[in-house]
C-alpha cells in the first residue's frame, strides 16, 4: 500500500522504519515543471548542509510553508525530522505559527498545520490552515561563487494567507548560512532574517495553544522537528543569574566561576526564558540563538525530548504579541548544529559567537 503521507524526502526513515541519517546534496537546484524554484541546496565551502524546500508540494492540512530538511550537521548526520507520523505537518526547520488572530477570519489562522486548540474545545481540525506562500526566489549557491566560499544566502519574498485566501501579511525572508568553531568545535550555523509587515488591513495577533488555554504548549515561532535520535536528548541551556545573597558564597564573599551551562529537565525546560537552548545526543548536537526580536529580551523556549524531540523559539508562549496595520517587526534566530556530544561549555561559547551580517542594508543583530 502506498504511503499516505506521499513520497519520503532524503533522510525519511527507510524501508526498516530506521532513520537515515547522512545524505549528500543533489547538485544544482530542484525546479517544478513551471520553472519555479522548488528546493535549494545550501552549503558550506563546498559541504552540503542541508536542502531548502518552498512547501509548494505540503497538503493544505500542513500549512504549508518553506522549511530545510535535513539540516546537517558539519559531519553530514542529520538532525532534523520530516513527516514524523504523530504529527505529519511537522517539517524540519522553519517558522511556523499555530495561533494568528486576524480580523475578519472566524478562527484563528493556523500556519503551523493540522489541527487548532479552542479554548473549552481541545484540538479541532478546522478550515483554516493557511499557507506561507513563496513568491520570489534570490538565492546564491556556493557552486555558483569561488571556490574559498564559506557561506550561503537565500532571500525570499513570501505572502502569509488564510484558508480562504485572504492575505494575512508580507515577509522578507533571509536564509543564510556559515560555518562557525568555538571552544575547538566546529558548527553548521543557518540564521533567519524574516521582516513582517502587516498587509492585510486589520490588527493581528500571534499566540500560542498556551495563549488559547493549554498550559506548557506555547510553541509557535522558529521551530525545529528534530530527528528521532534526540528521543531522550539532554537539554542544556544558560544558567539563571546568581541572586544577591548567594548561600555558595564562601566565609570570605567569593563565589566560585558560575558554570556557563547547565543540564535542564524538559519541564523544568519548557517555557523558560533564556539567552540560548540547546539538545544534545550522542550523535550531534542543537544549539538554537535568538538575536533582535519584536519585543526584545531572553525568549521562552519550547522543547521536548521524549517521544517527540522538538526545538523552538517560541515568543508567543506565555502571551500575545499585537501587530497594528501597516507595522512591521523584525526577527532574527540562528540554529547551529555539530557532530557528536558537545561539552556545555562549548554550547555557551557558539552562543556567545556574534550574528552575522547578511546584506548591506540588514545586518543582522543582537
Known amino acids: 500500500m502506498a504511503d499516505p503521507r506521499g513520497p519520503r524526502r532524503p533522510g525519511a526513515a527507510g524501508a526498516a522504519g530506521r532513520p537515515r541519517h547522512r545524505w549528500k546534496a543533489p547538485r544544482g537546484r530542484g525546479r517544478r515543471d513551471d520553472g519555479v524554484s522548488a528546493s535549494v ?7 552540503p548542509a542541508g536542502l531548502l524546500h518552498d512547501g509548494t508540494d505540503e497538503p493544505t492540512d500542513h500549512s504549508p510553508r518553506p522549511f530545510v530538511h535535513p539540516l546537517l550537521t558539519p559531519g553530514g548526520v542529520t538532525v532534523s525530522g520530516d513527516r514524523p507520523s504523530d ?3 511537522h517539517h524540519g526547520l522553519g517558522i511556523a505559527l499555530s495561533t494568528v488572530t486576524v480580523a475578519g477570519q472566524a478562527h484563528p489562522v493556523n500556519l503551523w ?3 487548532t486548540f479552542l479554548r473549552g474545545e481541545g484540538y479541532v481540525q478546522l478550515p483554516n490552515n493557511g499557507v506561507q506562500q ?12 569561488s571556490s574559498d566560499a564559506t557561506e550561503d544566502r537565500v532571500r525570499q519574498q513570501l505572502v502569509w494567507r488564510a484558508a480562504d485566501g485572504a492575505e494575512v501579511l508580507a515577509e522578507e525572508r533571509i536564509w543564510f548560512v556559515d560555518a562557525v ?6 558548527w553548521f550555523r543557518t540564521t533567519v532574517s524574516s521582516r513582517w509587515t502587516n498587509t492585510g488591513g486589520g490588527g493581528l495577533a500571534f499566540g500560542s495553544p498556551t495563549t488559547s488555554g493549554r498550559p506548557d504548549a506555547g510553541y509557535g515561532g522558529f521551530f525545529l522537528r528534530l530527528a528521532q535520535t534526540f528521543d531522550g536528548a539532554t537539554v ?3 544558567p539563571d543569574p546568581s541572586p544577591a545573597g548567594d548561600p555558595h558564597r564562601d566565609a570570605g564573599g567569593v563565589r566560585p566561576p558560575p558554570p556557563t551551562a547547565v543540564e535542564l529537565d524538559e519541564a523544568e525546560a519548557m517555557g523558560r526564558s533564556g539567552p540560548w537552548l540547546g539538545v544534545r545526543s550522542a550523535t550531534a548536537s542543537v544549539l538554537m540563538v535568538p538575536g533582535r526580536g519584536g519585543h526584545g529580551g531572553p525568549v521562552p523556549w519550547f522543547v521536548r525530548t521524549t517521544g517527540t524531540p522538538m526545538l523552538c523559539a517560541a515568543p508567543f508562549f506565555h502571551e500575545e504579541v499585537a501587530l497594528a496595520p501597516a507595522a512591521t517587526v523584525e526577527w532574527a534566530w540562528s540554529v547551529l548544529v555539530a557532530d557528536g556530544a558537545v561539552p556545555g561549555a562549548a554550547f555557551a561559547a557558539a552562543a556567545r559567537v556574534p550574528f552575522p551580517a547578511v546584506g548591506p542594508t540588514d545586518p543582522l543583530g543582537t
Open 41 to 47: 541546496p545550501l552549503s558550506v565551502g563546498g559541504r
Open 87 to 89: 504529527h505529519p505537518w
Open 113 to 115: 498545520g493540522g489541527p
Open 134 to 145: 513563496v513568491r520570489s526566489t534570490d538565492g546564491r549557491s556556493a557552486d555558483s561563487r
Open 181 to 186: 568553531r568555538a571552544r575547538g568545535v566546529d
Open 236 to 238: 542544556l541551556g544558560a
